[in-house]
């Protein structure tokens, strides 16, 4: 039986899999531009025919319906990462929240987990049999290898991407369902994401290998970088600003020790942009994260730059990003991650960037102490370089003293007098001299005299 012939025997309707899923199933299933909504939708729509179902999955892009309060018995979430549609959910018990280290995770759900059922979204087969998993090869790909059921939605939009392929027969069944993908479009770089971007790219040389996560500030970073020479990228996730760079050849991968002249990615978060470059391009392979997050793969690329953001620092440099309090806003992702891998780096840098401020300018998001109830995402051990619209601050090799002196002078202007004060509170000194301190108060006073002007609306 060749392979048209086998690939025929396997395809059903999403109704007719979705019978193979049994009361008290773990089912795993894909993630963000790679989840399987047409299959999901189909459990969603005949949830009342199912008990106890765990369903487990990372980063959504939709609307995460098993959070519904009638699911109750039959779908409840267990979420490897927060996302917009479940946050409310994982806080008050309704959704369960599982937290590791990324490249952990496919071995977390394999070992620990432990689902009977896969559901993932691959391409249509080539010539010779084999689907891609397209943009989500992550823990995806894995979990095809030891479920016992493996439910394939077939979507003629998922693009074929270099890496890490399957055949046809490794397969239970198959669902023809042609759906758009979700999109993670860029929006307009504010002005101080380009500040941000700018202070980062001052840290990155020629020749450098790169790790940019998805949003404002990586965008930013990608948009200051069109000068350099000879990057490469080896990245968990990335999104359409990488799309320049390597159609420029900026990105062209040719000073990487491993995976040379090629980009690495375990997932890609973009719009059409990003789909149609890494579609059949056999310059970017999309590997499992337990390869691509790997702090020793990552440390075998010389010069590894890797840039993450965060909600929190407090003047010790413990990074908070995936917690706000007692609620859990994210996840650890990769940022760990990488940012071990970059130490480990022969030459390697890691960067934590973010705004100064939270909630349009009214809080600071560098802080005496963390929010209570938070967890410390990125151990203060671990820091390297900490980035806001106000400058640099390096971390590594300094006194306690020094990082909190260094942390208060990228904070907002508005906050500086705050965190003097707890400083002085904590060493029992000034951090600054006189001097420095008039600099504080002329730079309070002018960010006074904008606030005043932006809520009056008074040009200069």
Same mark, same amino acid.
């Given at each position: 039986m060749d392979w048209k012939e086998i690939y025929k025997s396997k395809l059903?309707?999403?109704?007719?899999?979705? @019978?193979?899923?049994? /009361?008290?199933?773990? %089912? $795993?299933?894909?993630?963000?531009?790679?989840?399987?909504?047409?299959?999901?939708?189909?459990?969603?729509?005949?949830?009342?025919?199912?008990?106890?179902?765990?369903?487990?999955?990372?980063?959504t892009l939709g609307d995460s319906p098993w959070c519904q309060p009638e699911m109750k018995g039959h779908f409840t979430l267990n979420s490897l990462f927060a996302s917009t549609s479940n946050r409310k959910a994982i806080s008050t018990g309704i959704s369960e929240f599982t937290t590791s280290h990324f490249y952990e995770i496919p071995d977390i759900i394999e070992?620990?987990?432990?689902?009977?059922?896969?559901i993932v979204m691959v391409s249509p087969p080539d010539e010779h049999g084999y689907v891609s998993f397209g943009t989500?090869?992550?823990?995806? @790909?894995?979990?095809? /290898?030891?479920?016992? %059921? $493996?439910?394939?939605?077939?979507?003629?939009?998922?693009?074929?991407?270099?890496?890490?392929?399957?055949h046809i027969r490794d397969f239970t069944y198959f669902v023809e369902i042609d759906e758009p993908l979700p999109e993670v479009k860029s929006v307009e770089i504010s002005e101080v994401e380009m500040k941000i971007g700018k202070n980062c790219a001052s840290l990155i040389k020629d020749g450098d290998c790169l790790q940019l996560g998805i949003g404002g500030i990586p965008n930013a970073v990608c948009a200051q970088l069109k000068d350099k020479k000879d990057l490469g990228l080896h990245s968990e996730l990335v999104g359409d600003g990488v799309v320049d760079l390597l159609e420029s050849g900026v990105i062209n991968n040719k000073k990487k020790q491993t995976n040379k002249g090629r980009t690495i990615l375990g997932a890609a978060f973009g719009s059409q942009k990003l789909n149609n470059y890494i579609n059949n391009n056999p310059s970017v392979e999309i590997h499992p994260i337990d390869y691509v997050n790997n702090p020793?793969?990552?440390?075998?690329n010389d010069n590894m730059v890797s840039v993450n953001s965060c909600l929190q620092v407090d003047l010790l440099g413990q990074v908070v990003s995936d917690t706000v309090g007692l609620n859990q806003f994210s996840a650890v992702g990769g940022q760990v991650d990488f940012v071990r891998g970059a130490t480990m780096s022969h030459g390697g840098r890691s960067i934590i960037a973010m705004p100064s401020t939270a909630k349009k300018g009214m809080i600071s998001r560098i802080v005496p102490l963390i929010t209570e109830g938070s967890a410390v995402t990125t151990p203060r051990n671990?820091?390297?370089?900490?980035?806001?619209?106000?400058?640099?601050?390096?971390?590594?090799?300094?006194?306690?003293?020094?990082?909190?002196?260094?942390?208060?002078?990228?904070?907002?202007?508005?906050?500086?007098?705050?965190l003097i004060i707890e400083f002085k509170k904590r060493f029992n000194e000034d951090p600054f001299t006189r001097e420095e301190i008039k600099e504080v108060i002329e730079d309070v006073k002018e960010q006074i005299v904008d606030d005043i002007k932006n809520k009056l609306n008074i040009g200069s």
């Open positions: 059903v309707t999403a109704e007719e899999a979705i @019978k193979s899923i049994k /009361d008290g199933d773990k %089912v $795993v299933t894909g993630m963000g531009c790679g989840e399987p909504f047409g299959i999901e939708k189909a459990l969603v729509e005949h949830y009342k025919e199912f008990n106890n179902i765990e369903i487990i999955s990372m980063l070992n620990y987990i432990c689902p009977r059922v896969t989500t090869v992550d823990y995806t @790909k894995g979990t095809t /290898d030891y479920c016992e %059921v $493996v439910i394939a939605q077939v979507n003629k939009y998922m693009p074929r991407t270099f890496g890490n392929n399957k020793i793969e990552i440390a075998k671990d820091v390297n370089y900490v980035v806001t619209e106000y400058g640099i601050a390096q971390l590594k090799g300094k006194t306690l003293k020094e990082r909190a002196k260094a942390l208060i002078k990228i904070s907002h202007p508005r906050f500086r007098p705050h």
